[in-house]
């Protein structure tokens, strides 16, 4: 195919070629990022939490008047739900996976360190990684003998009497590999604030409450304290999954029955609580495959418009040249090919253009950057949707009959 | 004229009737997604109290040790209970106020209702007149209140109806957990959004039901809810256990009436610093911030990212469909340029001809911006639909709507502008000599 002609020919439509070239740069360049950021969150979305998700449920109660003794309550309430049918295992515990709002700990490899070497998600309660089916991979679980109440651990920490705290930890593989990269987590000490802490156990996952950042997401560990019940902590409950509702309605029941004096405040599927902590990342990969929908359309229905506009312009050129021979193939071609090249240029444009859009993102809202992979894939798109675009209108052109050109318009 | 260019614009505009609807409908797209995001931006970056928020400030101290939990020079977000209430106590401030969140639980007296938890706020008695609350009954308790631990409350209208029925419940009690309180105010609907004055409990579509003094609270140890920064061996609490001595988590709001005050003020934090230096409390070299409520929201960033994301999103897709009409307006202008040649050789000025054509397009970027307010209208309700904290929030207030007529008239000039200019530049006799 001979370029000089068509080239000849944008070089008199200058202006309007110049706007349809910007309009699929625009187009290119949001689009690649656009996807991108899907892929980003479809990612994150996807984030193992390292439990068995599907077997659990959630119950959470506050008390109306305090409990004289919050940890023989918590025992109680314990011993009533794993006498509920269906129920396999239960657990209280301070926060789960994905729930939000988190308890954390700085940890540092070094007491006299001046910055914690990482921030920790820290879970509390006795058979958590048990209950939750976090698998162990090296060392073994907390053991009930190594639990202390809360209370006394606390005043203990208040007074620096830190001697007697229990001194034992499980936690994650990845937050063992971050702490001491390539080498077996078992038997090494950290700092939690002035008291040392032996690992005995490894996890292979469990991610932590408020797993907003996919780095740090799975730093977790267990600690060995009892914080009895308060309307901060929840049980944890294992069922099957099609046990769950009935389970979750038998545990409702129980625990008030076992207590009056206190309200529900949640309860619910542990798949609901993943649902909720995902909720805007969702809407957001809707909005951006709106977004990439409406303007792959305009931007479709521009080249349409504008290539009818071309068609209807030159009729009588096209005669002339259908005329002196040229077939319908080369009409059409012509056409084609003319969109190929406006294509070509803007999403070379666009190219630049989204690699400004990603380094503007990259500084102002912590996305990575853009891969090379994603360059192609809005090229690819913005060819394909301009030669369909195109189509139309070049049919209609190569359907001129030659008569045109003895005619005056 | 007007008349008569506006039927010519009719005219031409009815004979392209697809190419006519995808130009307003590309502008409408383009306008009502932007107005919508940038509805929704506005008003999550609003001011929370209008006329007060300039002379309010929220002090902050830093009493960490060298290797704080809290990394950066930031001092941290809130306060010590320690600082809190020496700073309280200093009343060097035109009004202050030290508070925290909590959740109590409310026992009706009517058998009809369950027990249930409410959000709190656990305050001093500025807290009333500081952030200029409206009352619908009653009033704010006094600071004698605050030391005397009274057992009364302020609780807010929702409350109110829900347990009173919306009448006027001043005087009467309220029995939260085991202790009887008398109510001495019911808040108006009064609910300031962004919640400035603490941002951990939510920053949008979040109002405390019960306002308690707050040595009251502590007193009674009633549960602390928000966020707790702990260093060196402090440890955070759970429930009724509060936060150890080296945790910040109390905020501390104070009214400072001229920039003059304000200096002071932070001089004062400073020499505050460097005596607790002195009296081994701190280790660091005074580290003070005096924000006000604004530049505190800015410090917080309290827009979330995904907002501003989609308001740069929805401007990019308006761009687009901008240079899309401009393409389709120049192409449409062009294609017409033997009639327009026909019109010059008649002996219409090219101004004439300019004007002509401006009205054409700007038919087409007034009937886009109807379209995009009515899409943005559309746009405002499915947000509102949305589970995020901030639905309720999104509505079109007037200056948005001027905004809406203004983006529209602008987009719909500059889709025209430029078609209009390029294509009365045509020189007549060129035009017919081709016909």
């Known amino acids: 195919m001979e370029l000089r002609p068509i080239l000849s020919t944008l070089r008199r439509h200058k202006t309007t070629a110049w706007l349809l070239i910007l309009e699929i740069a625009l187009t290119c360049a949001i689009v690649c990022n656009a996807v991108f950021m899907i892929g980003h969150r479809l990612q994150h979305m996807h984030m193992s939490t390292g439990i068995v998700e599907h077997d659990l449920v959630q119950v959470q109660l506050a008390e109306i008047v305090p409990s004289p003794d919050v940890y023989a309550r918590a025992e109680e309430d314990l011993a009533v739900l794993r006498q509920i049918p269906g129920v396999q295992a239960v657990a209280l515990t301070n926060q789960l996976p994905l729930q939000g709002s988190s308890s954390n700990a700085g940890i540092k490899l070094d007491i006299a360190q001046r910055q914690p070497t990482l921030s920790a998600g820290t879970y509390f309660g006795e058979n958590l990684p048990q209950t939750m089916g976090a698998r162990l991979v090296a060392g073994r679980y907390l053991q009930p003998d190594e639990f202390m109440h809360a209370d006394i651990v606390l005043k203990a920490l208040a007074t620096g009497d830190t001697k007697r705290l229990p001194a034992v930890t499980v936690i994650t593989q990845a937050m063992g590999q971050r702490l001491w990269p390539g080498q077996n987590p078992l038997g090494k000490s950290f700092y939690i604030g002035p008291v040392p802490v032996r690992v005995v156990g490894v996890l292979a996952d469990l991610a932590r409450a408020n797993a907003y950042d996919d780095a740090t997401a799975h730093y977790s560990m267990i600690l060995p304290l009892f914080f009895g019940a308060d309307k901060d902590q929840s049980y944890v409950i294992r069922t099957r999954p099609q046990d769950r509702e009935a389970v979750l309605k038998a545990a409702v029941a129980a625990l008030k029955k076992a207590d009056p004096e206190r309200v529900v405040t949640k309860q619910r599927t542990y798949d609901e609580l993943r649902e909720k902590f995902f909720e805007n990342d969702r809407a957001m990969a809707g909005i951006l495959i709106g977004v990439i929908v409406a303007l792959l359309t305009v931007t479709a229905l521009g080249i349409v418009g504008l290539a009818s506009f071309w068609v209807g312009q030159r009729r009588r050129t096209i005669g002339v040249r259908r005329a002196l021979g040229a077939t319908r193939g080369d009409i059409l071609r012509y056409f084609q090919t003319e969109n190929f090249l406006l294509a070509t240029f803007g999403i070379v444009l666009g190219m630049v253009l989204a690699y400004g859009i990603n380094l503007f993102l990259m500084l102002h809202y912590e996305l990575p950057r853009l891969p090379a992979i994603y360059f192609p894939v809005g090229a690819l798109a913005l060819w394909a949707i301009g030669q369909l675009a195109v189509l139309g209108p070049a049919l209609r052109a190569s359907r001129v009959p030659p008569v045109v050109a003895t005619r005056a318009v | ?435």
Not at chain 2, 168 to 193: E, K, M, Q, Y
Not at chain 2, 300 to 315: C, H, I, K, N, W
């Open chain 2, 1 to 435: 004229m007007f008349g008569y260019y506006l039927d010519l614009a009719l005219h031409s505009l009815k004979r392209n009737k697809a190419l006519t609807a995808l130009m307003v409908l590309a502008i409408a797209l383009g306008i009502g997604a932007s107005m919508t995001t940038l509805t929704v931006l506005h008003v999550l970056s609003g001011d929370p109290l209008p006329g007060r928020s300039g002379t309010l400030y929220y002090p902050q101290v830093d009493p960490r040790d060298n290797g704080g939990l809290l990394p950066g020079k930031e001092p941290p977000e809130q306060l010590t209970y320690i600082d809190g209430l020496n700073l309280l106590h200093a009343k060097r401030a035109d009004r202050q106020a030290l508070m925290t969140g909590g959740a109590v639980p409310i026992q009706p007296d009517s058998a009809a209702l369950d027990p249930f938890y409410v959000e709190a706020r656990y305050t001093t008695a500025d807290f009333f007149p500081m952030f200029g609350t409206r009352f619908r009954y009653g009033q704010g308790w006094n600071a004698a209140d605050d030391e005397a631990k009274a057992r009364e409350v302020v609780i807010n209208s929702e409350l109110n109806e829900r347990l009173f029925g919306g009448a006027n419940s001043v005087g009467r009690t309220l029995r939260i957990g085991d202790t009887t309180f008398r109510i001495a105010g019911v808040l108006d609907d009064w609910a300031p959004s962004p919640h400035f004055y603490d941002l951990n409990t939510g920053s949008y579509g979040y109002a405390e039901q019960v306002f308690m003094p707050l040595l009251t609270a502590l007193d009674l140890h009633m549960d602390h809810n928000g966020s707790t920064d702990c260093w060196g061996n402090g440890a955070g609490g759970a429930g009724h256990i509060y936060p150890a001595a080296s945790c910040v988590w109390m905020q501390f709001w104070v009214q400072l009436d001229t920039p003059a005050k304000a200096a002071d003020y932070k001089e004062f934090l400073i020499h505050y610093s460097e005596q607790q230096k002195a009296l081994g409390r701190f280790v660091k070299a005074p580290n003070v911030r005096l924000r006000n409520v604004m530049q505190w929201l800015s410090y917080e960033m309290v827009v979330p990212d995904d907002v501003r994301l989609q308001t740069g999103l929805a401007f990019g897709f308006l761009l687009v469909c901008l240079v899309n009409t401009v393409g389709l307006m120049l192409a449409k202008f062009l294609r017409g340029a033997g009639e327009l040649g026909v019109r010059r050789a008649l002996g219409a000025s090219k101004r004439a001809l300019f004007a002509q054509l401006l009205v054409e397009s700007g038919v087409v970027g007034l009937v886009g911006g109807i379209g995009g307010l009515l899409l943005a209208l559309l746009g405002l309700w499915v947000v509102r639909h949305r589970p995020s904290d901030y639905a309720a929030l999104a509505h079109l207030d007037p200056t948005m709507l001027f905004t809406t007529f203004l983006l529209a008239v602008g987009a719909s000039l500059l889709a025209g502008l430029l078609p209009a200019w390029r294509a009365c530049q045509i020189a007549p006799a060129l035009q017919l000599k081709s016909n």
